[in-house]
């Protein structure tokens, strides 16, 4: 059965926002945006190394770890300053101790939200995490620490163009095969991966 039928939620992890949804076999049934994304997380970051956020985002998505059994401990990092501060060297678990209290806040957040839901119960398939926050290492990890439920990140099935396998767009391709199989306007997901494509055309 899909995963809908068996309740599950869905997590898109975006910049500035958190959006939460949970669907059960007779739809979506409960959504939620939260404040708190992978921004507030680069910018932690900046302010806690002195760095730019341009810098502070590139050294989150190499370096990056939201789960303390997945740290690389003796790993080091060179993270250029600001206003003259030179070149620090830190290690990734410096660096764990930044994200982690944030990453924590979104899924202690997120966790409330569920059970506020009243359908948290009903969510029997688990957590998919989509977003490019969902690539950071270890927050599948943290989600299953903080809400009990089992998680994974939601990579697209298509099969090309390869760009679109990513997270990253896994909400946006998912709403639409959901849309497209709720309303049944196509038998076979081949002929269905064949107009997203189309569609996808006017944005690439």
Same mark, same amino acid.
């Given at each position: 059965p899909d995963e809908e039928d068996l309740g599950v939620?869905? $997590?898109?992890? *975006?910049?500035?926002?958190?959006? $939460?949804? @949970?669907?059960?076999?007779? +739809?979506?049934? %409960?959504?939620?945006? $939260?404040?708190?994304?992978?921004?507030?997380?680069?910018?932690? @970051?900046?302010?806690? %190394?002195?760095?730019?956020?341009?810098? /502070?985002?590139?050294? &989150?998505? !190499?370096?990056?770890c939201a789960s303390e059994?997945? $740290? &690389?401990?003796? !790993?080091?990092?060179? @993270?250029?300053?600001? /206003? !003259?501060?030179?070149i620090s060297r830190i290690g990734q678990d410096d660096l764990f101790e930044v994200i982690e209290p944030r990453v924590e806040e979104m899924f202690e957040l997120v966790n409330k939200e569920l059970v506020k839901s009243g359908y948290k119960d009903l969510i029997t398939a688990g957590m998919v995490l989509t *977003? +490019?926050?969902?690539?950071?290492? *270890?927050?599948?990890?943290k989600a299953e620490e903080i809400t009990g439920l089992p998680t994974r990140i939601g990579y697209t099935h298509i099969k090309e163009p390869e760009e679109l396998i990513s997270p990253v767009y896994a909400t946006a391709l998912g709403l639409i095969l959901y849309g497209i199989k709720r309303r049944g306007e196509l038998a076979h997901k081949e002929? @269905?991966?064949?107009?997203?494509?189309?569609?996808l055309k006017d944005f690439f």
């Open positions: 939620a869905l $997590l898109d992890i *975006g910049g500035g926002t958190t959006d $939460l949804a @949970i669907f059960l076999k007779e +739809g979506m049934r %409960f959504t939620y945006v $939260l404040g708190v994304g992978g921004n507030h997380i680069t910018n932690d @970051i900046a302010v806690g %190394f002195h760095t730019s956020h341009q810098v /502070a985002e590139r050294v &989150k998505i !190499e370096y990056g059994s997945l $740290l &690389k401990r003796g !790993e080091k990092l060179e @993270i250029e300053g600001v /206003a !003259e501060r030179g *977003g +490019g926050c969902s690539l950071l290492e *270890g927050i599948k990890e002929r @269905i991966e064949v107009r997203i494509k189309e569609w």
